[in-house]
DNA sequence: AAGCGAACTTAGCAAAATGGAC
DNA sequence: GTCCATTTTGCTAAGTTCGCTT
């Protein structure tokens, strides 16, 4: 039976490694590219993988719609076209890593020397910026300087034509506003005090601004608003210092931290526990920062703490979790008000007014002080990330709008007005100095805005991806190799879904995209079978075994690892991403690398969504919107952690599914029983069929299990009606009552239990017809639960999410839920709902 | 042509909210 | 209503892109 619903084996499982080897693919390869040439065929691919490559794209080379295949066959004899190219010998027993060395022929000067003797180690970095004093404690808080940079694109803001119009709802709200932006300001800086007395319930301001329905996107300006109104942003709540009897341990002994000392050590204890806390490289930084922290901050007691393994931290975690216990215990009115409270006093953040419009802002607060979680082996994690202060914030707002006061005795950064972006605030971050920036919520105008001009893109790459892969297919056999990689690159991006991949630096995780493969990552296996094996974003593992590639994409790809290069040596050495994507414009305005994810997820789905069953249950419809959602997920490799209790769900799972099937052997013997036209079974062959592993020790359990519950049912019932005949002043059923009830049901089952095992289960007064159609009944919900249970198996590791929130155009699920009468909701959470407000209106008949 | 700054999208995980079983 | 598992939302890290500078 449900091989699904035991856990797919091994292979789904290493699916992703929480914490992979950077350099995974460096032995297996050899291993891989060394098997001897099996010729043609017998390719023992896993399921796994065939499964994958049933999405249109996957399987890269049976395209759908394409124009290839053209003349990759003829060029197979010719090989070596020219002095840029030197095609290893035709591949013969030998592999292709170890192809007989052969030095590369001159070709362009720079990128050979390259692989000279030595494989360049890993990839040539950025010429290092320096390293900054590690101290980092000491934070540069200079201020940003007003105007460094011109913005991206001209002028900001200056009056322009299109004034914003005054509605009512604006209006009200300006109302308002004088009276929000003070006391904005004000409650901040006394945090909790609740003052202000006036926002009051701004009424439904029904506006429902439909700039959708107007010209379609953002155009060709470049300014994206007229005027922009806001309060800033919300900083978190200074340190509360721990009770008294809250300290940490050094070498078994209270230390008396400084209060910075202490905040900090509270950021680790928040860790305990948690992967990262066993994280080699997570302690070190953290450590060091605390040190730094300590210097500056001394214990009052004078301990010198100098060792990490004599800290502990557990004091303080005891402490958070005894707080956390208290807030869970809170009763349902007190979190209530708690909640109201806070809300209140994040009232006047929520929202800006932009083009009179009242808009949601989205992370209008500031990231609090933290120890930085950087995922998969980031060099950085661990550090101490700082809090930020008003001096580092520079406010965007508009040229006329009031600036919002900085909390009380401090200054922001700098302000300015530029209506040519989109934040209202931003800050430098200290770990990686990355921007921050504070945008408005993906329900805005302007995110909505970005998000289907960015569909509209993806859609009008379906009027060149002919000529595009005509092209790179061609480019595939180019004479020069820059030409070449270029082409391979783009049939990668476009046919695997792969990322871009710009180079990363020494100072962040080693994950990489197309352009930033190495050879490391890429094995081969005649004649066309190509396993990618390497870290993409998030240090998420893409992991793709035995993926049919045009055959000239894998000559390619042997000749680009060709030695001398190693395994850590890039793949594409001529080009970069920003190659790759000024070939990607030439095509078409606005074209890139990532387009074709948006593209090709959205086209899938949309093919996929064809296998909707058009009569069918609602519920048999989402399925069948799930599995096109999952397929596009895989196409993105887009993962998740299996829950903690997969198991133990999935076992319950099976346990319920055996449940059916023993309603369903009840039901079977029964009928058999009374059957009396045997044209039932020509009918319905099945109903001969015995359940699958329905083992009689099961059966007695499950049997004995039910009884049990039934009694307790019974002993419930037997104390309510007591109640019941007390609050009615009768009088009460004696325990025996009781007793005697719990005796029937104990016969009941008794019997039932003979009867099974006998065979011949009561039939009472049914007759054929009932049976059947109990039977019927019994069976579908039976398949019913086995392709959830086995859609819920497949789906552990996928993440669903982030394909729904990013790549698939909502308007073609709009247009799915209208055409087959599924209600949106059943698809889009609320706040996907409001994010894809644009797409509802999306009429059946639309197509991507 | 490489490198950087800036701004924006995309991403998985953890916390919070919800909803279904009891 | 309570409890628990699942779903949704929040958070912020990690990408891509593109223009500007050197």
């Not at 000279?116 to 540069?140: Q, T």
């Not at 082996?377 to 709008?401: C, S, V, W, Y």
């Not at 800050?427 to 921007?435: Q, R, S, V």
Request: hydrophobic residues 30%; neutral net charge; glycine residues 4%.
């Amino acid at each position: 039976m449900s091989k699904n619903l035991k856990r797919t084996a091994s292979t789904e499982n290493d699916k992703k490694p929480k914490k992979a080897k950077q350099n995974i693919g460096s032995d297996s390869e050899s291993e891989l590219s060394d098997a001897p040439e099996i010729n043609g065929d017998a390719q023992p691919q896993t399921q796994v993988k065939q499964e994958a490559s049933q999405s249109p794209i996957k399987n890269a080379v049976d395209t759908t719609e394409t124009t290839n295949n053209t003349n990759d066959a003829k060029d197979a004899p010719k090989k070596d076209e020219d002095t840029h190219m030197d095609e290893p010998n035709e591949p013969k027993s030998e592999s292709e890593s170890d192809a007989p060395k052969k030095s590369t022929k001159k070709s362009n000067k720079d990128d050979d020397d390259e692989f000279g003797d030595k494989p360049k180690p890993k990839k040539s970095r950025k010429s290092a910026p320096v390293k900054k004093e590690e101290s980092d404690a000491d934070d540069d808080d200079e201020p940003r300087k007003p105007a460094k940079k011109a913005p991206r694109k001209s002028s900001t803001s200056t009056k322009n034509s299109q004034k914003p119009q005054k509605t009512p709802a604006s209006k009200s709200l300006e109302d308002t506003k004088e009276g929000t932006l003070l006391d904005a300001v004000r409650l901040q800086a006394h945090y909790l005090q609740n003052a202000n007395g006036d926002v009051k319930e701004e009424g439904e301001e029904e506006e429902d601004y439909k700039w959708w329905a107007e010209q379609g996107g953002f155009g060709d300006g470049t300014e994206r608003w007229t005027t922009l109104e806001h309060n800033g942003v919300f900083f978190p709540p200074e340190y509360v210092p721990l009770p008294k009897q809250v300290r940490m341990k050094y070498d078994g002994k209270i230390v008396e931290l400084s209060q910075e000392a202490e905040e900090v050590a509270g950021f680790y204890a928040a860790v305990l526990g948690s992967d990262h806390a066993a994280d080699e490289v997570f302690n070190k930084n953290f450590f060091h920062d605390f040190l730094t922290v300590l210097k500056d901050h001394p214990p009052l007691d004078g301990t010198k703490i100098k060792e990490f393994s004599k800290c502990d931290f557990q004091p303080i975690r005891d402490h958070l979790d005894r707080e956390k216990e208290k807030k869970k215990a809170m009763t349902k009115d007190e979190k209530k008000q708690a909640k109201e409270q806070r809300e209140e006093i994040e009232k006047p953040f929520t929202h800006c007014l932009l083009d009179g419009r009242k808009e949601k802002v989205g992370n209008f607060r500031i990231e609090p002080p933290s120890l930085f979680r950087g995922r998969g082996a980031h060099p950085k994690k661990g550090k101490l990330k700082l809090r930020i202060k008003p001096e580092q914030i520079t406010i965007n707002i508009g040229k006329d709008a009031t600036v919002p006061d900085p909390p009380a005795g401090t200054n922001w950064g700098s302000v300015q007005h530029d209506n040519t972006v989109t934040w209202l605030a931003t800050w430098k971050e200290n770990i990686n100095g990355a921007y921050k920036y504070v945008y408005l919520a993906p329900g805005s105008t302007l995110k909505g805005q970005s998000d289907m001009s960015k569909f509209e893109k993806a859609r009008e790459l379906k009027n060149y991806i002919g000529k595009i892969r005509q092209s790179y297919e061609g480019d595939l056999q180019n004479k020069v190799m820059f030409d070449r990689q270029r082409a391979t690159a783009a049939y990668l991006v476009d046919r695997l879904a792969l990322r871009a991949g710009n180079e990363k630096g020494e100072d962040e995780a080693d994950t990489v995209g197309c352009c930033s493969l190495r050879c490391e990552h890429v094995m081969l296996r005649p004649p066309n079978l190509v396993t990618f094996d390497f870290l993409g974003k998030d240090s998420v593992r893409f992991y793709q075994e035995d993926i049919k590639v045009e055959p000239q994409v894998f000559k390619n790809l042997r000749i680009f690892k060709k030695e001398p290069k190693g395994p850590q040596d890039p793949i594409f050495d001529r080009i970069h991403t920003t190659v790759l994507n000024n070939y990607f414009r030439n095509f078409m305005k606005g074209l890139s690398a990532k387009v074709f994810r948006t593209y090709n997820a959205s086209i899938t789905f949309q093919e996929e969504l064809k296998q909707t069953p058009q009569e069918g249950t609602v519920a048999e419809k989402l399925l069948a919107f799930n599995r096109a959602n999952r397929n596009v997920a895989i196409l993105c490799n887009h993962q998740k952690n299996v829950s903690k209790n997969h198991d133990a769900a999935m076992d319950k799972m099976g346990d319920r599914l055996k449940a059916l099937k023993y309603q369903r052997r009840k039901l079977r013997q029964m009928l058999a029983q009374v059957v009396d036209d045997k044209d039932v079974y020509k009918e319905h062959p099945s109903f001969k069929e015995e359940e699958s592993d329905l083992e009689d020790e099961w059966m007695d359990a499950h049997e004995e299990n039910e009884r049990d519950k039934e009694i307790e049912r019974q002993k419930k019932k037997f104390e309510r009606e007591n109640e019941k005949l007390r609050s009615e002043d009768q009088k009460e059923m004696k325990p025996g009552e009781l007793e005697d009830r719990i005796k029937d049901v104990e016969e009941k089952w008794k019997t039932i239990t003979k009867e099974r095992r006998s065979g011949k289960p009561d039939v009472g007064k049914k007759n054929q017809t009932q049976l059947v159609t109990s039977m019927q009944k019994i069976e579908d919900r039976l398949e019913a639960f086995r392709v959830n249970a086995s859609n819920k198996d497949e789906v552990k590791d996928v993440s669903l999410g982030t394909s729904k929130i990013n790549y698939i155009d909502p308007r073609i699920t709009v247009a799915w839920c209208k055409a087959y009468e599924v209600p949106v909701e059943k698809v889009f959470a609320k706040t996907l709902l409001t994010k894809f407000t644009w797409a509802m209106e999306t009429s059946p008949e639309w197509k991507f």
